[in-house]
């Protein structure tokens, strides 16, 4: 049932008047910000202490792979035991493996040990917009405002985007090369425990008993899967422009500049996603999908021709508006393809695919920038997305809903709306 009356032509500001929502709205945008720091503030600090892009991404890929892995276990203990229940211990737990590995960093220690301290750093990054997409999903089943959420969230996650990198970067470069991360650690301990005392709005936890057998992995789902690969493309755009616009950056002798690039493209992502939510669409998510997967593949082709700051200032602009449609639509799926007993799951499953091909995406651009310049480290998004729509396209059947609208998990069916394509 949904708790929210509902319009043909639902909007932002009815979402905005759904009973509780502020009281998570406010500290789950505070305690995601953290999340877009991360990564760039690895990159720049182990790339001062070492010199070496490709050092830099591989620390970096190491968080985000670990943070893939593990992240869809934070969110079926989420689904099992409660949000608060798991965000308490592991923001606690992210923030002293940060601050090692920035300590490590600082005093020369060797690349395996700063892999090491990688390894929990990444897989207690606390998954708070899988968090806040759960509780969206918990107070709107069935209404129409889910698609309003998934774009309202996406646009919370792309201006973290906006905000984050670049005052990552500016601390970096305008403080001291560990700041990025210093402040990324303060962030996740002021904002994760803040959202863990929200309790009265997370979801339901434990809805089947132990009694009922080990729960089926949201993972066993076709669609997920397939939504999964698509992520891992998104993923891949984002790594390689955060380190390729990095590279691109000191290459013209402006470092400066990277922050202004990276927020053009990230402000296109959430210039899109407030578009999205505004539509009252009629083609079906699945060809939405599609079609936005590849405008983004085709926007991504060309970033490797560009050298200019203005040219690849409108290409990144550009880029960023494509992903939103794509992100937006993957989300809002996962109501139609996943029981209420798994989406904390599902969602983290998604957020860690971003999250795996961004760390492969760094990794891949970050050697690719230092054997043949920034240019080469942009061909990573195309690669990445264009291997990701083939899968689309092939696997695309996966991605509807069974009819009559059930979906089945451990023997349990959940009753879902069907959405024609």
Partial sequence: MSNTVTTPRPGYGQLLRTPGAWTYLVPGFLARQPFAMLTIGIVLLVQHTTGSYGSAGAVAAVTGVSMALFAPQSGKLADRF???AVLFPGVLVHTASVVTLLVLALS?????????????????VPQIGPMVRSRWAAKLEGS???????????VTDEFTF????????????GVHPAAGLA??????????LFFAAQRRTQPRAGRLSMSDGPRASALSIPGVRVLV????????????????LTAFSEEIGNPGVNGLLYGTFAAGNMLAGVACGAIAWKVGPRRRLMVGYAALTLAASGLWAVHSVPLLAGLGL?????????????????????????????????????ALGQAAGVTVAGRLADANGASAGFLVPLVGTALALATLVALRSRLAPKAPGRVAARGVSHRVPVTVD
């Fill in 82 to 84: 409660g949000q608060s």
């Fill in 108 to 124: 020369g220690a060797p690349m395996w040990a700063l892999f090491v301290a990688a390894v929990p750093t990444g897989a207690s």
């Fill in 144 to 154: 129409p405002l889910m698609s309003t959420a998934a774009a309202f969230e996406s």
């Fill in 162 to 173: 906006v905000v984050g990198p670049v005052l990552a970067t500016a601390l970096c470069t």
């Fill in 183 to 192: 402040a990324e650690a303060v962030l996740t301990l002021v904002g994760g």
């Fill in 229 to 244: 690969v698509a992520f891992l493309g998104i993923g891949a755009v984002f790594g390689g422009m955060q380190v390729s």
């Fill in 318 to 354: 550009i880029v960023g508006l494509c992903i939103a449609p794509a992100l937006i639509t993957g989300y809002t799926m996962v109501e139609t393809l996943v029981p209420a007993t798994a989406r904390t799951e599902a969602f983290t499953w998604l957020t860690g695919a971003v």
